[in-house]
Every structure is written in structure tokens, then in C-alpha cells.
Nanobody
């Protein structure tokens, strides 16, 4: 399995930006499709974004479309989540996840499709 470590979370004012990073180690990063999920206080974990192994395909949750951008650098074994126009409702613990398979349109948003998870990084957006 691949090990994942998120970083880049913190406290930001509404309207601000943050970039999350997720560093992978242990296996060949380029074989993994990657995803970002988040869990807000008192809520279930929610799909945020996903990216295919070659970066050719990306998906976004409806609540972040147009504001967040997922990208990856296979040479650095890292996936990123650029978050712009942040709002208080974006406050959550953000998790990156990996699956050693192609990104499929029917499963990219499902937690169970991902076999490896990071420990999460807290993002807090103040109003």
C-alpha cells in the first residue's frame, strides 16, 4: 500500500485561498488514481475531487466546482488541492486517498473505491 501524508491546512478568512498537498510514499505513485474528501463537524465524509493517474481526467463535487482545482506531480509523488474563494462551509478535515486503478466514472466519488488514506489536515475558514 501507499502511505499518504497531507499538509497545508490551517486557518483562513472567508474569500481566501489555501493549497493542500498530499505526499505519497511506498509504491509507484503513478499507478494510483487520487482523491480528496472532507469531513465537516457532525457530517459524513464528502467527496471533493479526484484525478486520474495521468492527470487527464478530473472530477469535482458540486459544492467546490469552479473554486477548487486538483492536480498532481508524479515526479514529486504529490497531489495538490488548490482551494480558492473559501467559505465557512468549507471548514472540515481534508483527507487524500489513493486507489491503484484507473479512475472510473461510476466510482470516483465513493470512499470504498480508495484503499489508502492519509490522516487528514484541518482547514478552518472564518467568516
Amino acid at each position: 500500500q501507499v502511505q499518504l501524508v497531507e499538509s497545508g491546512g490551517g486557518l483562513v478568512q472567508a474569500g481566501g485561498s489555501l493549497r493542500l498537498s498530499c505526499a505519497a510514499s511506498g509504491r509507484t505513485f503513478s499507478i494510483y488514481s487520487m482523491g480528496w474528501f472532507r469531513r465537516a463537524p457532525g457530517k459524513e465524509r464528502e467527496f471533493v475531487a479526484a484525478i486520474s493517474r495521468s492527470s487527464g481526467i478530473t472530477y469535482y463535487g458540486d459544492s467546490v466546482k469552479g473554486r477548487f482545482t486538483i492536480s498532481r506531480d508524479n515526479a514529486k509523488n504529490t497531489v495538490y488541492l488548490q482551494m480558492n474563494s473559501l467559505a465557512p462551509e468549507d471548514t472540515a478535515v481534508y483527507y487524500c486517498a489513493a486507489q491503484p486503478a484507473a479512475l472510473l466514472s461510476g466510482t470516483y466519488y465513493r470512499e470504498e473505491a480508495y484503499g489508502s488514506w492519509g490522516q487528514g489536515t484541518q482547514v478552518t475558514v472564518s467568516s
